[in-house]
């Protein structure tokens, strides 16, 4: 059975950092793209961050170059996003998901992503 689980979530002020993780099970992580996606309250749920496990590729929405790092250990079978100089607008619902092959064109848009975590809530705030 596949399953992603979101951990790391917590309350941090602005300016701080959190690292997420996101273990699979069910099946390994070769050949997949992983991808971050978030949903603040009242917001549509919107891509974060995305990696394919085979080469090392990554991408990042605009907003979060530069702050956020996505990496995988392939061992552990878990992608991490680490967040730094978080913002109150960062606060959201952080999910990830998985998809076969390479990053797809639209993986902002959940494209090609067929497995889903049920998510881990970030609260910015001082």
């Known amino acids: 059975q596949v399953q992603l689980v979101e951990s790391g979530g917590g309350l941090v002020q602005p300016g701080g950092s959190l690292r997420l993780s996101c273990t699979v099970s069910?099946?390994?992580?070769?050949?997949?793209?992983i991808g971050w996606f978030r949903q603040a309250p009242g917001k549509e749920r919107e891509g974060v961050s995305c990696i394919s496990i085979s080469d090392g590729t990554t991408s990042y929405t605009d907003s979060v170059q530069g702050r956020f790092i996505i990496s995988r250990h392939s061992a552990k079978n878990t992608v991490y996003l680490q967040m730094s100089s978080l913002k109150s607008e960062d606060t959201a619902v952080y999910y990830c998901a998985a998809g076969l092959g390479p990053i797809p064109d639209m993986w902002a848009d959940g494209d090609g992503m067929d497995y889903w975590g049920k998510g881990t809530l970030v609260t910015v705030s001082p």
């Open positions: 069910g099946f390994t992580l070769d050949w997949h793209t």
